[in-house]
């Protein structure tokens, strides 16, 4: 789930519904099983990476039918170029966005599931979290300091890709999956820019948060975007004739209108390209570097 948008997650939960005929619980152990559940422990679904321990409420998760469900609907999606009558997604979705929904969940439920690609290691140390594009862009232009809108989460574990963190807060109606993190590490000057992309409450005030990162070099960027000034972070630096990856406001991103800007005694120019990744105030999408000189 942390892979996906929450419109995404939305649109899996209803296809996940119109799939469950398809999906078995069985005894019986077979290649094709993916995960496996004990009715009388409490324990969730595990994946079948060993054999458990063999009781009478001992169930294996088979999904088989439920791939071969997925492939056949996408076909039929992409040839009528619509999402047939019979499956109820609460709105009118386009092709483009429910086809990726579906491979997600097919990858998902396949013999072979999909395997983190980083290793984690486990660690306890604490983490300065701030909140969304704005407040991040404050922290590393030097224009906010202090702890005002600053929390403090405690790292679980760290990998290449991101943290797992542990979040104590009687304020949290902002973490949400998706959201635009800042995160400086514990004895570090520097800023990370990250995604929640798992949020689980655990306790009344408290909850387990997993962030995806994007950026451990990002700068804070004064830009101009066709007369408005626009301030944006640059997530890699810039080479000319490569992309570079920047966050900016939703509203700010237009098509064929460069960003223009300073950045280490030189000015550069970048044009957008495609999308890549959207919240609910910013947005991330691959520049061309036309010049930085």
Not at 26 to 37: A, D, F, K, S, T
Request: net charge neutral; aromatic share 8%.
């Amino acid at each position: 789930m942390g892979n996906l948008k929450p419109l995404e997650i939305e649109i899996a939960e209803r296809f996940i519904t119109y799939f469950l005929p398809f999906f078995s619980l069985i005894r019986e152990v077979r290649p094709e099983n993916v995960y496996w559940v004990d009715a009388a422990k409490p324990l969730p679904p595990t994946r079948l990476a060993k054999l458990p321990e063999v009781t009478p409420t001992l169930r294996f998760f088979n999904g088989t039918r439920a791939v071969a469900a997925v492939e056949k609907t996408m076909e039929q999606i992409r040839a009528e170029g619509r999402v047939p009558a019979g499956i109820k997604l609460g709105a009118q979705y386009d092709v483009d966005t429910v086809i990726p929904v579906l491979e997600h969940l097919g990858m998902c439920w396949a013999p072979k599931p999909p395997t983190r690609s980083n290793t984690r290691h486990r660690m306890n140390s604490q983490l300065k979290v701030v909140n969304g594009l704005a407040a991040v862009h404050q922290r590393l232009s030097g224009r906010a300091s202090g702890t005002e809108g600053l929390e403090t989460w405690v790292i679980d574990d760290v990998s290449l890709g991101g943290f797992g963190a542990q979040v104590t807060s009687s304020r949290q109606d902002w973490i949400r999956i998706g959201a635009l993190v800042g995160m400086q590490p514990e004895g570090g000057e520097n800023w990370l820019i990250g995604i929640v992309r798992r949020y689980v409450r655990t306790g009344p005030n408290q909850g387990s948060v997993g962030i995806e990162t994007l950026s451990k070099t990002p700068y804070a960027v004064f830009a101009d975007a066709g007369g408005l000034d626009t301030e944006a972070l640059l997530l890699d630096i810039p080479e000319v004739g490569e992309y570079a990856r920047m966050a900016l406001p939703a509203r700010a991103l237009e098509e064929k209108v460069a960003l223009l800007f300073p950045l280490d005694d030189k000015n550069a120019r970048l044009h957008p390209r495609e999308t890549i990744k959207t919240g609910n105030d910013f947005v991330v999408a691959n520049f061309f570097v036309q010049s930085f000189s």
